[in-house]
């Protein structure tokens, strides 16, 4: 009954949220229109159309997403897309007094909308665990559970922050901007500690040894092969990494591997370099399930990329600071589109990468890595002629504790001495990261 009442109550607040949005989408952007005169009709046309948009993405959004599903997960994200669009026009449609002036108003307006509603849901402190949508997809990967799960309904979760160092999580913790880390220090035993990662100290190194327990032969990012007289880029070149470590023994057997540089020999594997395009008709499958479920929710595709152009304009500012300020040293931080694609990983990719994983534990994989790439790499203060952690950090360090809490919610536990040696041993690298869960 409570659970009922508190579904209800949340509908409720979302209607009205959305009302609202829709009421001030209509007055600040002139594609989306009520054509009542009256404010007294306007709010109550507002209200109107906002249940009409909810009972649109109910019903026709998973029948529109189902049919991309045979297209593949690239396919599903497109029409993710547009599908917001969609909806907008087919409300219009069923409601003569909400006008939509065709599609490009019906994708900026959807922006609008959808930027207005996050401000609006910021202050009522609203979020979507426990909404309708957030219940429905975790009701639908639960249909789907590993053959590997464990009876018990227990996994291990390991957490890759790349490029987030020791000493930056013991300052933001101490300073309070982890929260969610310090308290599972706190009440759960877990604890923070260093360690050496070995030379080089990088992303494909240090995934091949930690998921294959061997990465011999990879001297750096990239470098030049003699013998074979080729040029190796550990992110074009995964694939061929990861086949000359995947002996079918990985540390993800019978799991997943989401957004990562290499796959473990992972069941499933999603977002992962190694085999972005790879995989048999049923990887593939499994893929497309993924993302059809992400983009069940009319709100997180639109959430995150309103998200991703925040980070990108944010990026931009602080790089004209720089150059206003004349900081030495200083990089182009234009070239190469880097505020795109820094806000891409740690934005557009951290968000789809935790919601994965969420599946995941739902389904209960025996082991799960994901990775989230958390820091700029472009220097920005002089230190001693020494280039320093980036202004960006600490705006990306105050987005983790969300994400991660998430996982708390998931009912997540520490690990407990019945790991196996092999799996303890390996996981201990980040075991400020690794989770349990029931």
């Not at 070995?198 to 011999?216: M, V």
């Not at 220097?379 to 105050?398: D, K, L, N, Y």
Request: glycine share 8%; charged share 20%.
């Amino acid at each position: 009954m409570m659970r009922t009442t508190r579904v209800i109550a949340r509908f409720l607040v979302l209607w009205f949220v959305d009302g609202l949005s829709l009421l001030l989408t209509a007055a600040i952007f002139p594609g989306i229109t009520f054509i009542e005169p009256a404010l007294s009709l306007i709010l109550r046309d507002a209200f109107a159309a906002a249940f009409v948009l909810s009972i649109v993405n109910l019903a026709i959004r998973p029948i529109v997403l189902l049919v991309a599903r045979p297209l593949g997960f690239i396919a599903v994200f497109v029409l993710g897309f547009l599908v917001n669009a969609l909806a907008l026009l087919l409300t219009a449609q069923l409601l003569p007094v909400f006008e939509v002036a065709g599609w490009p108003s019906a994708l900026v307006g959807g922006f609008v909308f959808a930027a207005i509603g996050i401000i609006l849901t910021g202050l009522l402190e609203v979020n979507e665990e426990g909404s309708i949508y957030q219940s429905l997809i975790e009701r639908l990967a639960r249909r789907h559970a590993y053959t590997d799960a464990d009876p018990g309904g227990r996994g291990l979760v390991m957490l890759e922050i790349d490029g987030l160092s020791y000493h930056h999580v013991k300052a933001a913790i101490a300073d309070g901007r982890l929260p969610t880390l310090k308290r599972l220090m706190e009440r759960e035993r877990f604890h923070l500690s260093r360690f050496d990662c070995g030379i080089p100290s990088q992303t494909s190194a240090c995934q091949a040894g930690i998921l294959f327990g061997d990465n011999s032969d990879i001297p750096a990012f990239r470098w030049y092969d003699k013998d074979k007289q080729k040029l190796y880029v550990s992110g074009s070149d995964a694939a061929e990494l990861n086949r000359r470590y995947a002996k079918g023994d990985g540390l993800l057997r019978g799991g997943a591997s989401i957004n990562n540089m290499l796959d473990g020999d992972a069941l499933k594997s999603v977002l992962t370099l190694a085999d972005l395009f790879d995989g048999d008709d049923e990887e593939q499958e499994r893929r497309a399930e993924d993302i059809y479920l992400l983009m069940l929710n009319p709100y997180f595709l639109a959430r995150t990329l309103i998200f991703f152009l925040v980070d990108v304009v944010r990026e931009l500012w602080e790089g004209w600071q720089q150059q206003r300020q004349n900081i030495q040293p200083r990089l182009n931080r234009l070239a190469h589109g880097y505020p795109f694609v820094r806000a891409a990983t740690t934005v557009l990719m951290r968000d789809m990468a935790a919601n994965l994983a969420i599946l995941d534990i739902l389904r209960g994989a025996p082991s799960i890595y994901v990775t989230w790439p958390a820091m700029t790499r472009w220097p920005t203060t002089p230190a001693r002629g020494r280039a320093t952690p980036s202004a960006c950090s600490p705006p990306t360090i105050r987005s983790l504790p969300a994400s991660i809490g998430r996982f708390e919610k998931r009912r997540l536990a520490p690990m407990t001495s019945s790991s196996s040696p092999t799996t303890a041993s390996r996981a201990a690298p980040l075991s400020s990261n690794a989770m349990g869960y029931r």
